[in-house]
């Protein structure tokens, strides 16, 4: 199936010699690498907030809840890591194969939904470290 014209018709800033040329198969893979980088980023992320609330420790006031919620968060990070690769493995030759991809992509979306609504939670607790001052 052509898309190009639907494109074209549908973006008045792409003509459609440029929808013609587009890659989708480039454009996917640039948006999946970005999606990975960004993924990195939340881990990296999560792993300094699990430091600096360990580093707090009891004195912050919500210290069980947030340490719960940072873990839960680099789980699902983890186990959405692991579908991903799962789903890049699968081939789409099949109607079977389609609806298995269909869901395992479902599942990944849900995962995703439930790490963001779980850092805006870690951000709304608020694990904020402050280096120990130096006594003189």
Do not use: W
Request: charged share 15%; net charge positive; hydrophobic share 50%.
């Amino acid at each position: 199936m052509n898309i190009s014209p639907f494109i074209a018709e549908n973006n008045p800033t792409m003509s459609a010699e440029a929808a013609r040329r587009f890659n989708y198969s480039r454009y996917a893979t640039k948006k999946t690498m970005a999606q990975g980088l960004l993924d990195v980023a939340l881990l990296m992320s999560n792993a300094s907030q699990l430091k600096a609330i360990m580093d707090i420790g009891s004195r912050h006031n919500y210290y069980n809840v947030v340490f719960g919620i940072i873990i839960c968060s680099i789980i699902l990070q983890l186990i959405t890591a692991i579908l991903l690769l799962v789903l890049g493995t699968l081939k789409d030759e099949t109607d079977s194969q389609q609806k298995t991809m269909n869901i395992v992509n479902n599942v990944i979306t849900v995962l995703i939904l439930l790490i963001t609504v779980a850092n805006v939670f870690i951000t709304a607790f608020g694990v904020q470290y402050k280096k120990p001052e130096k006594l003189i």
